[in-house]
């Protein structure tokens, strides 16, 4: 606080803390009901693409919320935002509550329970569509926010606000680990759980006051914001989310690639640039980022099922306690280890331990070893996303909410539309592999071709499964699990690459001298 010219308001700061661990708790009740299979996969019959694409629905439309209102905020006010995202959480309770009524009445077999399936789900899709609205909408105005409130120290406060998240990761996480049971007569209390936190941080920021971002105070003009971003900025965001809307409204190539072209060319006419280098090439190192943490967080639990409850354990705890770790490091150490590391070795160390400890968990037996590998995973993943956040904050100041927010945007719709189907194909492929390794004519009787956005995939068919004789089901299910937790491996190409990139900046950085924040007047 010393930095600052006056007190922040910590009132509005916790405020920040407890909408962002509402987002937490959407992301982890909603992780857990798509990836434990006595849940969504059985309830609406999913494979595991199609529950990652559910998952994903209720992840892309938070770039759309994010960037859009990035781009207004600053006209329609912080409160404006806050509003809208409390009026998403309570549409997303009343559409997944109707979807729980329609494929839970009475009577419902064959041909009649497959309609109900398909109707409740169209329910549930467009309420996690709804969520990610008012996820979304959440980081739209903590972000420029906290990034405004502590401007001389963004990257720390940045880290310190995004505690949040893995403080209701593990909050969420052991409260509906206690309820699992009474979920599992009535998952809809795990819905009603999201109001708590929601109700709070709408009580505590509906009449709070909120600051003038940096940009608008320092006399940064809009089209100066617009061209931090610039026509390569407008371009990557703006295929993403038409091409998002495409597979949602069933949209041609031909469509998604007119409307990119047409956003992108007005965009770059109105700002007239490119784009600021280093931010575009943090936006595509934010596409594997957010794949590596979000997207492994949504699967972790499912894929580490098997090996943790051969230890005793409910999955669950293996995302709880990395999120605690996240919490801590995030919470209390965050200062420390910015200033010793700097923004960049930081990220570039984070990428080298989350490499590892995903390499290791896809192996990993027994409760000892399993945390031991988790707890690897936990400190590489801790510091990436606020970390990320804070450089753009410290580098493209002009940008104000925009490039903050777009760059997180960018990120969750690639887990949305990229990361969550494709670690879906990963869990498949590895599926294949195990099941071909010793019998490939078994894959071939219990395996089915399905597509997505990248075209056709194979995937286990659970009713082909069940039909098995009773001694090659046992056989055939204990390499389905292990091909499920094998998955990791090939998810720690994302990390990889990351750390390419990060080694790639240090070096251009130090050749100008060292990192160094770039201050507005």
Known sequence: MSNQETAPNMKLFWGCFIALITTAFAFITRAFLVNDPSFWQTTFALDQVQAGELFGAGIWPFAISIILFSLIIDNVGYRAAMLFSFVCYALYAVLAVQAYGIVNAEGLEGESLKAAQANAYSYLYWGSVILGLGNGTVEAFINPVVATMFNKDKTKWLNILHAGWPGGLVLGGVLTILLGAQAAEDWRILIYLIAIPAVIYLVMLFKAEFPVNERVSAGTSYIEMLAEFGAIGALIASFLIFNQLGMVFSWGGGVVYGLTAVATVAYGFYCKSLGRPILIFLCIIMMPLATTELGTDGVISGLMEEPM???????????????????????????????????????????????????????????????????????????????????????????????????????????????????????????KSKIDSSNPATYEKISKTDSYFLGEYTAVDSEKVAELPETEKEAVGEQIKEGKQGSLARVAIFPVFMLACYLGLIYYFKGRGGYKPVELD
């Open 309 to 431: 409850k051969a230890a005793g354990q409910h999955p669950l705890w293996v995302l709880i306690y990395t999120s605690a770790i996240m919490m801590v490091l995030r919470f209390w150490f965050a200062g420390p280890i910015v200033k010793k590391l700097t923004p960049l070795g930081l990220l570039a160390t984070s990428a080298a331990l989350a490499i590892l400890g995903l390499y290791l968990l896809s192996s990993a037996k027994g409760l000892a070893v399993i945390f031991a590998c988790a707890t690897l995973y936990g400190f590489g993943k801790t510091f990436f996303w606020p970390t990320m956040l804070g450089v753009v904050s410290e580098q493209c100041p002009k940008g104000g909410a925009l490039t903050l927010n777009a760059i997180a945007g960018i990120g969750m719709l690639t887990v949305g539309i990229l990361g969550g189907p494709v670690i879906g194909k990963m869990t498949e492929d590895s599926i």
